[in-house]
């Protein structure tokens, strides 16, 4: 892995009203890494990823995204990234075909480069058959997978996720998970929020949120080690213990 | 360009395939009209009257028989004084009051001419207004066959006057009145909720987060919406000239260019409501208590506002029905043009302006 950092955090903060869902927190994110954010419900996460992407603005704080800067090059940051929202983010009323148009379109992807990543991403998703059927007929883990394939259309250099596997069966989890590590080989850095502490052994580090601050950052192999436990989840257990 | 096209397209997609917006689009419009124009009829069978004689003469009485023998008339009762009219209209008794003047057969001989009030209940305008015709008719036949018989000759003049609807509304009134609700409808509530849908489900952030910018993206998902209004205008406007014979007196392109103007005020008030709201179910309630109340109440659509209480009269002037109103029905029927309906015009554009410029800022802020 490479030390260029391709994400910046310094100092940042966001406060609704007098309540601060994120509290002055830095890190910093290196290409081509699989990045872990964990915290329980309601510790920030999302807050945390929506100043990062730019539709959030900090109350205060820096943030540095592919070399721009997210509060004065916000245009350059889009094009750099993708994102997967916490809720599900495509179009139930329109086809799979139909919503991979639209997304290649806004993205300003040629006619030809759309019907040659749709034939890509439905055979690599084995949805051949399913390409005229409506979204909204899906079944959730296959909408997820469709998710993250069409937040990858442009070959953006960063990835945003946001609890992708939330809700779904574990099979689909691990085959997801192995999406995630075939977009990571090619060089693609993957920020991905979750609270499934299994997930977090598949990070190449991660950093543990709670209630807005970070608590730890570093690697599955050296937090365990520090905390002197066997997996993530009691990291998870033992930080929550030390906040309370 | 291309991506302005694709993402009208997918707008489409939603609406073709939601049945609620195909119906508000298309069935709501013709049902409206259809409904309006065809309650209003135009025969007239046996109607109830009741005459006030004042004058009681042989020349009233022979007037009152021929009324009477008429088959479109019932003479349901005789009154004997003004002061009764009120309340056999309140009664719903009759649809009309005659009433001869003092002295009939006298002015008629002195003066060549004596009067004939027609009062009429206008709560039902079309009929009111045949009501008044048939006695005219009446009266004139009357008049001629005596001034046949060589005697001198004289008039009888009728002056009518209309109860609870003195604007007389008719399908006339009603073709402006359905344009403008459908109008804001489409506009102004398929707009909003289409927006708040977007923020409801999740789908805004992630057109916030693509290179589409915040205007970009409104624009895109208002633009349907305008071409849609503008179909449906057409097909109000051709309804009511074709099907209920509403004349167009003035300037077609006029009456284009004032309805757009009014399609983008209500889709205007549309994106404002959608910075309001964050649920599609805000969005309608908004839209509707905010909106389609105060446009059906408020814009002398239904209500005539000569009628109303001075301060809803004042409250009226916010609303830009009433203008759009006002300019529509003077364009359709009094053939005007821009030089009489430019202070309205100047109207609706300020408050045009006024709401793209609020929802602009509010739109700023909900981003941050
Ligand atoms: N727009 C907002 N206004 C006020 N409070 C908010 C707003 N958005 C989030 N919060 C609060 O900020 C806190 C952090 O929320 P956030 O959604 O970032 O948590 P999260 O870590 O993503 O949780 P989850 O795992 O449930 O997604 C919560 O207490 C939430 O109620
Ligand atoms: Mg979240």
Redesign the pocket.
Same mark, same amino acid.
């Given at each position: 892995m490479s030390q260029e950092k391709i994400i910046e955090v310094k100092n940042l903060s966001k406060k $609704? @009203?007098s $309540?601060t *869902?994120v509290d002055n927190i830095s890190f910093d994110v290196y290409k081509g890494e699989i990045f872990g954010f964990l915290? *329980?419900? @309601? *510790? @920030?996460?999302?807050? *945390?990823m929506k100043m990062l992407i730019g539709i959030s603005r900090p109350t205060s704080g820096e943030v540095t995204v592919a070399g721009y800067d997210v509060k004065t090059a916000a245009e350059m940051v889009k094009k750099s990234i993708g994102y997967m929202s916490?809720r599900f983010s495509m179009y139930d009323d329109l086809t799979i075909k139909e919503n991979i148009t639209f997304f290649g379109g806004i993205y300003g992807l040629s006619r030809n480069k759309i019907k040659e990543k749709t034939a890509q991403l439905v055979s690599e998703l084995g949805l051949e058959d399913a390409v005229d059927k409506l979204v909204g007929d899906l079944p959730l883990g296959w909408k997820q997978k469709l998710s993250f394939s069409v937040a990858l259309l442009h070959e953006p250099k960063i990835v945003f996720l946001d609890?992708p596997t939330g809700g779904v069966d574990p099979i689909t989890r691990r085959q997801f998970w192995e999406m995630i590590y075939a977009e990571a080989h090619k060089g693609t850095t993957i920020f991905v929020?979750t609270?499934y502490m299994d997930e977090a052994e598949y990070c190449d580090r991660v950093s543990i949120?709670v209630e807005g601050h970070i608590e730890a950052l570093d690697t599955p192999k050296n937090l365990k080690q520090q905390f002197n436990v066997e997996s993530m989840n009691d990291v998870f257990l033992k930080l929550a213990r030390n906040v309370e | 360009m291309k991506r302005f096209i694709g993402f009208v397209t997918k707008e489409f997609y939603h609406i073709f395939r939601d049945k609620r917006s195909m119906f508000i689009l298309f069935g709501m419009p013709i049902a409206q009209i259809m409904l309006f124009g065809f309650a209003i009829t135009n025969e007239i069978n046996n109607v109830n009257i009741a005459i006030l004689d004042k004058s009681k003469d042989t020349k009233t009485q022979k007037i009152i028989n021929k009324i009477s023998a008429s088959k479109y008339f019932y003479i349901e009762q005789e009154i004997s004084s003004e002061y009764q009219i009120e309340s056999i209209f309140k009664k719903g008794k009759v649809k009309a009051v005659l009433v001869f003047e003092n002295h009939f057969v006298k002015n008629l001989q002195t003066q060549k001419q004596a009067k004939v009030q027609v009062i009429t209940d206008a709560t039902d305008p079309n009929i009111a207004n045949t009501i008044t015709n048939y006695v005219n008719a009446i009266l004139q036949n009357h008049t001629q066959e005596i001034n046949n018989t060589n005697q001198p000759a004289y008039q009888i003049q009728t002056q009518t006057q209309l109860y609870y609807n003195p604007e007389l509304k008719s399908v006339f009134t009603f073709v402006p009145g359905v344009m403008t609700v459908i109008l804001m409808l489409v506009s102004a509530m398929m707009t909003s909720i289409s927006i708040t849908r977007e923020k409801e489900l999740g789908t805004m952030e992630v057109l916030l987060v693509s290179p589409l910018n915040p205007l970009q993206v409104i624009l895109g998902k208002v633009f349907p919406y305008i071409f849609l209004s503008i179909i449906n205008a057409t097909v109000i406007v051709v309804l009511g000239v074709f099907v209920f014979g509403m004349p167009i007196e003035g300037s077609i392109l006029l009456l284009a260019f004032e309805s757009i103007l009014f399609i983008i005020t209500a889709l205007s008030l549309g994106i404002l409501i959608s910075t309001l709201s964050n649920s599609q179910q805000t969005a309608m309630m908004i839209s509707l208590m905010g909106l389609m109340l105060p446009v059906i109440i408020l814009s002398g659509f239904i209500f005539p506002l000569s009628s109303m209480p001075l301060p809803l009269q004042v409250i009226s002037n916010i609303i830009p029905a009433k203008w759009f109103i006002i300019i529509i029905k003077a364009i359709m029927l009094k053939g005007a043009s821009i030089e009489i309906i430019w202070k309205e015009t100047l109207i609706l554009i300020g408050m045009t302006l006024f709401f793209i410029v609020l929802s602009i800022k509010k739109y700023k802020i909900r981003l941050e």
């Amino acid at each position: 892995m490479s030390q260029e950092k391709i994400i910046e955090v310094k100092n940042l903060s966001k406060k $609704f @009203g007098s $309540f601060t *869902a994120v509290d002055n927190i830095s890190f910093d994110v290196y290409k081509g890494e699989i990045f872990g954010f964990l915290g *329980a419900n @309601g *510790a @920030g996460k999302t807050t *945390a990823m929506k100043m990062l992407i730019g539709i959030s603005r900090p109350t205060s704080g820096e943030v540095t995204v592919a070399g721009y800067d997210v509060k004065t090059a916000a245009e350059m940051v889009k094009k750099s990234i993708g994102y997967m929202s916490q809720r599900f983010s495509m179009y139930d009323d329109l086809t799979i075909k139909e919503n991979i148009t639209f997304f290649g379109g806004i993205y300003g992807l040629s006619r030809n480069k759309i019907k040659e990543k749709t034939a890509q991403l439905v055979s690599e998703l084995g949805l051949e058959d399913a390409v005229d059927k409506l979204v909204g007929d899906l079944p959730l883990g296959w909408k997820q997978k469709l998710s993250f394939s069409v937040a990858l259309l442009h070959e953006p250099k960063i990835v945003f996720l946001d609890e992708p596997t939330g809700g779904v069966d574990p099979i689909t989890r691990r085959q997801f998970w192995e999406m995630i590590y075939a977009e990571a080989h090619k060089g693609t850095t993957i920020f991905v929020t979750t609270h499934y502490m299994d997930e977090a052994e598949y990070c190449d580090r991660v950093s543990i949120m709670v209630e807005g601050h970070i608590e730890a950052l570093d690697t599955p192999k050296n937090l365990k080690q520090q905390f002197n436990v066997e997996s993530m989840n009691d990291v998870f257990l033992k930080l929550a213990r030390n906040v309370e | 360009m291309k991506r302005f096209i694709g993402f009208v397209t997918k707008e489409f997609y939603h609406i073709f395939r939601d049945k609620r917006s195909m119906f508000i689009l298309f069935g709501m419009p013709i049902a409206q009209i259809m409904l309006f124009g065809f309650a209003i009829t135009n025969e007239i069978n046996n109607v109830n009257i009741a005459i006030l004689d004042k004058s009681k003469d042989t020349k009233t009485q022979k007037i009152i028989n021929k009324i009477s023998a008429s088959k479109y008339f019932y003479i349901e009762q005789e009154i004997s004084s003004e002061y009764q009219i009120e309340s056999i209209f309140k009664k719903g008794k009759v649809k009309a009051v005659l009433v001869f003047e003092n002295h009939f057969v006298k002015n008629l001989q002195t003066q060549k001419q004596a009067k004939v009030q027609v009062i009429t209940d206008a709560t039902d305008p079309n009929i009111a207004n045949t009501i008044t015709n048939y006695v005219n008719a009446i009266l004139q036949n009357h008049t001629q066959e005596i001034n046949n018989t060589n005697q001198p000759a004289y008039q009888i003049q009728t002056q009518t006057q209309l109860y609870y609807n003195p604007e007389l509304k008719s399908v006339f009134t009603f073709v402006p009145g359905v344009m403008t609700v459908i109008l804001m409808l489409v506009s102004a509530m398929m707009t909003s909720i289409s927006i708040t849908r977007e923020k409801e489900l999740g789908t805004m952030e992630v057109l916030l987060v693509s290179p589409l910018n915040p205007l970009q993206v409104i624009l895109g998902k208002v633009f349907p919406y305008i071409f849609l209004s503008i179909i449906n205008a057409t097909v109000i406007v051709v309804l009511g000239v074709f099907v209920f014979g509403m004349p167009i007196e003035g300037s077609i392109l006029l009456l284009a260019f004032e309805s757009i103007l009014f399609i983008i005020t209500a889709l205007s008030l549309g994106i404002l409501i959608s910075t309001l709201s964050n649920s599609q179910q805000t969005a309608m309630m908004i839209s509707l208590m905010g909106l389609m109340l105060p446009v059906i109440i408020l814009s002398g659509f239904i209500f005539p506002l000569s009628s109303m209480p001075l301060p809803l009269q004042v409250i009226s002037n916010i609303i830009p029905a009433k203008w759009f109103i006002i300019i529509i029905k003077a364009i359709m029927l009094k053939g005007a043009s821009i030089e009489i309906i430019w202070k309205e015009t100047l109207i609706l554009i300020g408050m045009t302006l006024f709401f793209i410029v609020l929802s602009i800022k509010k739109y700023k802020i909900r981003l941050e």
